[in-house]
């Protein structure tokens, strides 16, 4: 059985889920709030990162593409043609490298500014960090978000999938990423349309069900974040 500690605003940990429903695979979730520092998840990972995965009451697997790497060999392997990773090597360092992109680069340029700012804050305690957000840490966010944006629109126009002919863990880390901006409204769709045809198709997907109809607590969605058709 596999267990998940997550928070569902974490783009890394929406990444381990959606691999998991593309591959079938059910799991255990647990919500963790990683600056609460909670002993027990401490215990699994000393840094208090998210997200930890767990099979089987085995040591803790520690982070997103690691355990999207875990997964590919323990599931992905077996799946042929559905699988997330390409059986030719060059195919494959192409999905890490963007698999890097949107879940580090992406990450320490946007998403964590901009998903610590308007949803973590209203969830952490003054002493943990909470308060009013940071107006300058958005703008920044904002503003790097376009170049993301329109490197992805470039990837989808030039490619089938963005890192090859087919659907890949590329696809899925950009997807993950993107869809805790889209939650709050702070991605602007209408200035790269390839890149929202391809995350309209993304959205499309069986395994994107689950986080479309998921809501965080005191926060609603953005008007548009569960049609499929935007």
Not at 57 to 77: C, H, K, M, Q
Not at 138 to 166: M, T
Not at 216 to 226: D, K, T
Request: glycine share 6%.
């Amino acid at each position: 059985m596999l267990k998940l500690h997550h928070h569902p605003m974490s783009a890394a940990s929406r990444f381990v889920r959606l691999v998991l429903a593309e591959y079938g695979e059910r799991c255990e979730l647990v919500e963790e709030r990683p600056w609460e520092r909670r002993r027990e998840f401490l215990m699994l990972n000393p840094a208090a990162s998210l997200p930890v995965l767990i099979e089987d009451n085995g040591p803790p697997i520690v982070g997103g593409i690691v355990s999207g790497e875990y997964l590919d060999e323990t599931r992905g392997a077996f799946q042929r043609d559905k699988r997330l990773m390409s059986e030719k090597p060059l195919e494959r360092a192409e999905a890490r490298r963007l698999t890097e992109w949107f879940l580090r680069k992406m990450e320490t340029e946007v998403t964590r500014y901009l998903i610590r700012e308007r949803v973590f804050k209203l969830e952490m305690r003054p002493e943990d960090g909470g308060g009013a957000p940071d107006a300058s840490a958005i703008r920044a966010a904002r503003a790097n978000l376009k170049h993301h944006l329109r490197y992805l629109g470039w990837l989808v126009e030039e490619r089938d999938w963005l890192a090859g002919p087919r659907l890949s863990y590329a696809d899925i880390a950009a997807a993950a990423a993107l869809s805790t901006l889209d939650y709050i409204g702070e991605v602007p769709w209408d200035s790269e349309p390839h890149a929202k045809d391809w995350y309209m198709r993304m959205k499309s997907r069986p395994a994107f069900r689950i986080l479309l109809g998921e809501r965080v607590r005191g926060l609603p969605p953005s008007l548009n974040y569960a049609e499929l058709d935007f």
